[in-house]
Structure formats: structure tokens, C-alpha cells
């Protein structure tokens, strides 16, 4: 069973002989679902299943044609991040939202909680960057796979300054053929964290088109959203299951990472006490 087939009301981590394949992304529309109402109304139909496949709540989120009409009341917007607007809580099973962002705002590195992670691009403009797990961190669907298999690879050869490193979980092990920077004495290079400097890798870019779906999840990576624009604000659709109320964020230059709560700016249309905690997965780098 691979990440398309992948029953998607389970947590990623629980989807048995999961291979990490990427479907191709993004997805574009193919059957047109006419009005965000009805999408709503389709998905709740396709999760009273006991069976959700990925490739079938895709293909719902494609066929919506966005229409600011349908949308625009749930689009609130903050001066100084992106905000999280509730649409629909999914009978628990998984929740849709809409999310706003102003020019330049953007999403620090995160996971998702060994959720599955939809996103529809409703207006505007939207940039995804991914990143590798940074190799201090390992996610539940990694931790799954290393209790399942037992591995004895050889480390590939590392250059001169670099380190490897193994991580083992009761009697299973992992080398991630991690390099850390390190000074001539072997001792990596230290932020005053306690962290050693080690760049998150970027492994790619995706521009995202109105109405292009695509789906993340972590066995497929962390990654970050940006509106690219100075000027335009952005809108997009995102559907999470199981929904998740937290997640980790991570340095870029470091790949720590740090358990942030996600909470939502607004809730059925209406906008939400201001909390001082913060919307924390935004602007936090
Ligand atoms: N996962 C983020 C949005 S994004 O950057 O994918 C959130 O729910 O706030």
C-alpha cells in the first residue's frame, strides 16, 4: 500500500507497509463539485466511511472550483500572519479550514502531527518549500518503520568534518547518514541553544496555481508555505486528518524543534477571542 492508497482515517504512521511515494503534485481539477457547501457535504459522506482513501479526498478538493463567494466569509485576515479559519470540524474526523495570508506571510517548518494534510490553493498565490527530517528528529512514521525492520546498512562514506549518526529504537537501528558540521576537534559547532548548526535541507519548491491540490504528510517530509507576493494576499483550503491541535516547528539552521498548539483566528465564520498565545506554526522564523 503506498501513501495514495493509504487509509486516510488512520494517522499516517498507523497506514501498515506504507511506502513513502509522492503523489504527483498538484493535483487539477478533473469532476467539478459546485460550491464549497457541497464539498463539505461530499467529504463528510466520503469520512462516514470506515475506509478514506487519499486519492479519493484529493480528488474532491480538485473539483471544487474556488469561488470568493462561497469562501469570502471565512476569510479573516491578520496584519502580521497568516490566520486559521475553521470552515468545519468533520464530525471529529477531520477538520477544513481556510487560510489567510497577507503578503509575505508564511508558515515556519512544520509537521504535521502524523495527520494527512490536504491543501487547495482558493486565491492569490502560495509557495511550498520542503525540507528532509532534520536528523536529530525522527518522525512517528520513521519510528514505526525502524521497530519494523531491522537494519544493518553500512553508513556511506562521510566527508573529512562530518559525523554519522545512528538512532536506535529497542533493538532496531537507523543511520540516516547524517552529516553534522564539525570544527578540526570533531565537536560540532554549537548554537547557544545547545543545538549544533546543521542547515535543514531543502529538497523542493512547488508554486501553487488556483484550485491546484496537493498533500503532505510526514512520512513524505516537513514543509513550509510562503506568500511570495509583496502586494497580493493569498487564500487556501485545508482539510487534516485525524484533525491535530498541535505540531512541531523547526530552526532551520539547526532542525530543533519546538511542540507549538495551533489555534484557530476564527471558527465558523466568526472570529475568535483574541488569544495571546500565539498562532505559533506562523512567522516564527
Ligand atoms: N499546516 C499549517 C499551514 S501550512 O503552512 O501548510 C497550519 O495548519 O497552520
Redo the contacts with the bound molecule.
Keep these: 500500500m503506498d501513501v495514495e492508497n493509504a487509509n486516510c482515517k488512520m494517522r499516517v504512521s498507523q497506514c501498515t507497509d506504507m511506502e513513502i511515494i509522492p503523489i504527483e503534485r498538484p493535483l487539477k481539477i478533473t469532476e467539478e463539485i459546485t460550491g464549497l457547501q457541497r464539498l463539505v457535504e461530499e467529504l463528510h459522506k466520503v469520512f462516514s466511511s470506515d475506509h478514506v482513501n487519499v486519492q479519493d479526498v484529493q480528488k474532491l478538493m480538485a473539483g471544487y472550483k474556488s469561488n470568493q463567494k462561497d469562501w469570502k466569509k471565512y476569510a479573516k485576515f491578520d496584519r502580521f500572519r497568516?490566520t486559521?479559519n475553521l470552515v468545519d470540524a468533520g464530525n471529529g474526523a477531520f477538520n477544513i479550514?481556510i487560510?489567510c495570508w497577507g503578503p509575505g506571510h508564511a508558515?515556519a517548518i512544520?509537521d504535521?502531527a502524523d495527520s494527512h494534510?490536504f491543501?487547495k490553493l482558493l486565491s492569490g498565490n502560495l509557495e511550498e518549500v520542503r525540507y528532509e527530517w532534520p536528523s536529530t528528529v525522527e518522525s512517528e512514521v520513521r519510528k514505526v518503520q525502524n521497530s519494523r525492520r531491522r537494519c544493518c546498512s553500512q553508513s556511506e562514506e562521510l566527508a573529512d568534518n562530518m559525523t554519522d549518526l545512528e538512532i536506535c529504537h529497542n533493538d532496531s537501528c537507523h543511520n540516516y547518514g547524517v552529516k553534522v558540521s564539525s570544527n578540526q576537534n570533531g565537536d560540532c559547532i554549537k548554537y547557544s541553544d545547545g543545538y549544533c548548526a546543521e542547515e535543514m535541507e531543502e529538497v523542493g519548491r512547488t508554486r501553487l496555481e488556483v484550485n491546484d491540490v496537493c498533500y503532505i504528510n510526514d512520512a513524505l517530509g516537513l514543509?513550509?508555505?510562503e506568500n511570495p507576493s509583496h502586494v497580493d494576499s493569498a487564500v487556501s483550503l485545508?482539510l487534516?486528518c485525524p484533525p491535530f491541535d498541535s505540531?512541531r516547528v523547526f530552526d532551520a539552521r539547526t532542525g530543533k524543534p519546538t511542540e507549538v498548539k495551533?489555534t484557530f483566528w476564527s471558527m465558523y465564520g466568526k472570529k475568535m477571542n483574541r488569544i495571546i498565545e500565539a498562532n505559533a506554526?506562523?512567522d516564527s522564523q
Design positions: 497568516y486559521r479550514m487560510l508558515s512544520h504535521h494534510c491543501m514543509h513550509r508555505m485545508h487534516y505540531c495551533v506554526v506562523a
